[in-house]
């Protein structure tokens, strides 16, 4: 094990999405030297490709439209939703800082988010709190230019390969390729970096890793995308189970039932999906014209229906839908996610639908809509969903992609990553999507960007902690190249 | 790490169960020395208390039976019962090898079996050969016996503490405590032991590991009993993934709903909650004195509606149920298990369930019956079931136990143990419950010990024949102790 290292820095971030961002925030305010380490080109990961929505119990936002909430109804829902096989305490520990930390990045980082609050799938109450637009740019920007502010540096091409341990398990630091080029394992050039204080990893699940995820659910081919980008692998979260680390619910994987297959990522066909074909339109199987699964249910049940029958499936909405939903689908349309038919026979022959079929189908629900009941599939008729018939019709191909990976490395309520005998694993914290626990079997929306908050500042706080006790037990060998303690966050190569 | 070792031999077996006896058959029958290494007092683990029955498409005993199955049709069932996630090519191979090794434990292992052929939950047809009296000793005795026959060393009282590693990562052989004392860590004297040709891994599931168990699903605490034996525990499994192994499915953990919190273990009285309560009779929260659940639902959502309410359910059968079932149940009466009463009141009293409840929850189940159908709970009444109504009256709790453990390591078909890049780990097999995959979210009835068998076979069959490459490779350090090559499968100490 090398002893000369070519840097060095107080607290290492490894990753740059929302949960790294945080860390190396808090990390920096404790006074710690941060350099966080990315190896895609750019920051932000799946961050800042998100919809920035940020669930939060008990805010100010939720007091002024007179929504009631608490941390408890929080938990529960998370429970709820996870099977009860999240972790609780970290559960808690997310519910009941969410207010907090929503307000700190009002306060402290200026963000700005729309007067409503958002009720999701799932959670009791209106908890979402929404950036203007639904952008995650809009909320990871402000905190990249706090980061950098306080001195962190933000290193981006800069792929860790492993871990550098002492004899006992503990994390000295890191083996780096810098100038590395996403995914190419040869790429750059190797140095070791010193981690004095801690190793933050932030790296994010690993929904792009078709290797990985294929050995929990064989059925994730490349034929299932993923609404992740393409940086969401598994060589951190390997890194770190081959180190030890307890691994939880890697099996449950998440996968979105708005998602078009005809465009690349989540996209923008999600929009239309969600908030107008589902609920004030109709899903038909292509092969049968026919609906084949409630276009409300939750998402596990969309997923596994569209599974079954083999193929995307078709949703069609009309312009009475669109306009009550109040949603804009004109950039659905340009790039050709979103057709419009001047009839559904024109439909149906463009998606390979039988037209008689589909009129009937069509006729069928209206029929349902009538009697404000669907008796065929349970699909709760919303009060004053308009029947379809109002041209022209809209229609969007729908196929599962996968959007989140509730497993990762186990964690305590100070972000240690914990070994597969219950011990932390001295000098390294992990938060965000590389970690287990909080969501248990399924995540709810709007949930993830809270963990990535809450468990990110935490992570960074006690990695910039943790330092003096293990200098003065004597862990930092002689050999080492002294600390360069450097306030700017630029460390400087050895 | 040490090139002296204490012991030599070409195949360690580490576990004594079903796998670990057709893995140490194979090996010796190739040719190999074989040391099998137990760490409880006696062999056979959950095997030796099992209830020996074996499932196989496609036998003879079908056959005779005018049971028409194939390897095809048992892939299909145990798919549809693991969501999907079972890794196909495991599950092919056991059902595709399931008539054969049936008819290996017939001709070569001189095992009996009933002459019916049972239908357990989940399978289209009857596939379940059965020991007579169900027990899993009738079928772990032959084996054990042959394999000593053979030649192959059976060690008890030995715990494997961990693997030893070529540089490489390719397994050499193991760090053995003999003498040693479930589950006294510091019990019995290190030695090394080495594995010239391969190490199986045959060690179990975890159900009794709380520390492991709980970190994949907090819910089950000590609070949750198990029908394993007390070293179904995860010592070895963390081994494998301290060793770089990839797992699959840990967090898919089976509780069974046919269990007595009044008995350690299986028990007795699932025979009754079985075959005679669920079918003839009811279940009913203690609390309400109302059924909660479809009796016979699969484990799964009976389990679930059993922890939702958060206490032992009471189980109700009647004179004429036992009849119908053609089940003895003086032993579960004996054990105290199962109790008789003269009447319902008297029953309601014993349990404290409202003895008013519980003769309106009979009345109105007898109409489902009288009617043939339960639009209360969905259950499906069997032609020619009784009313509830024939004193006297039986009576047994009912709460989940943990009863498998679908996850372990990812192995390939021919046994390798796979590491997180997806490689064989030279050296390294595995078979049996400390694997996943084969079984996918939810195991069948009676697949497991097929499993053991087909996939123990492999894995020994494969030990043994690995040898010369390895050593043609020079894997072997010139420092390690000449190979002591014993043909009576008894190695010496060194």
Redesign the interface.
């Known amino acids: 094990m090398s002893r000369h290292w070519d840097e060095e820095v107080e607290v290492l971030v490894v990753g740059s999405g929302f949960a790294g961002m945080a860390a190396a925030i808090e990390a920096r305010r404790a006074g710690a030297t941060v350099l966080v380490l990315e190896k895609m080109a750019s920051p932000g990961g799946n961050s800042v490709i998100s919809d920035g929505s940020v669930a939060a119990a008990g805010s100010a936002l939720q007091r002024r439209h007179g929504i009631e909430d608490s941390p408890d109804l929080m938990v529960r829902d998370m429970l709820r939703a996870g099977l009860?096989?999240?972790?609780?305490a970290l559960a808690r520990l997310v519910a009941d800082s969410s207010a907090a930390a929503l307000k700190w990045t009002i306060d402290e980082l200026g963000v700005r988010y729309q007067d409503r609050v958002l009720q999701f799938g799932g959670h009791s109450v209106p908890r979402t709190h929404a950036t203007p637009g639904l952008s995650g740019a809009a909320l990871f920007r402000p905190l990249l230019q706090r980061a950098r502010d306080l001195g962190a540096e933000i290193r981006t091409g800069a792929f860790v390969e492993g871990l550098v341990r002492d004899p006992e398990g503990g994390v000295l630091g890191t083996r780096v390729r810098v100038g590395y080029t996403f995914p190419d394992a040869a790429s750059g050039r190797p140095l070791t970096c010193r981690a004095a204080r801690g190793v933050v990893v932030a790296t994010g699940g690993f929904a792009s890793d078709v290797?990985f995820r294929t050995?929990?659910?064989?059925?994730l081919t490349p034929a299932v995308a993923s609404t992740n980008h393409p940086g969401a692998t598994a060589e951190m979260l390997?890194e770190l189970?081959?180190g030890?680390a307890?691994?939880?619910?890697?099996?449950?994987i998440q996968l979105g039932p708005w998602a078009s297959p005809d465009e690349q990522g989540n996209g923008v066909g999600p929009t239309f999906a969600t908030y107008v074909a589902f609920p004030f339109g109709i899903v038909v199987d292509p092969a049968t014209g026919q609906r084949f699964v409630n276009e409300l249910a939750d998402r596990r049940t969309r997923v596994e229906a569209l599974l079954g029958i083999g193929h995307p499936a078709v949703a069609i909405a009309d312009t009475a839908g669109v306009a009550l939903s109040g949603q804009r689908i004109a950039k659905c349309l340009r790039k050709g996610v979103v057709r419009s038919f001047d009839s559904l026979a024109e439909l149906a022959r463009a998606y390979g639908v039988s037209p008689a079929a589909l009129e009937r189908t069509v006729a069928t629900y209206n029929e349902h809509v009538a009697r404000g009941e669907d008796p065929e599939l349970g699909k709760p008729i919303l009060a004053g969903a308009p029947r379809l018939g109002s041209p022209p019709f809209l229609a969007m191909r729908v196929w599962p992609k996968i959007h989140y990976t509730m497993?990762g490395v186990?964690i305590d309520a100070d972000a240690q990553v914990i070994d597969?005998?219950?011990r932390p694993i001295r000098g390294l914290f992990a938060a965000g999507e590389v970690t287990g626990g909080v969501h248990g079997?399924c995540r709810l929306g709007s949930t993830s960007i809270m963990d990535c908050l809450v468990v990110g500042r935490i992570a960074g706080t006690r990695a910039a902690a943790t330092a003096n006790d293990r200098s003065g037990r004597g862990r930092v060998r002689p050999r080492t190249t002294p600390a360069k303690r450097r306030r700017n966050g630029s460390p400087a190569e050895g």
Chains 1, 2 share one sequence.
């Open positions: 009860e096989l999240n972790h609780p290797a050995v929990q659910d064989p059925r390997k189970l081959r030890g307890a691994q939880v619910h890697l099996s449950w497993g186990q597969l005998d219950g079997a």
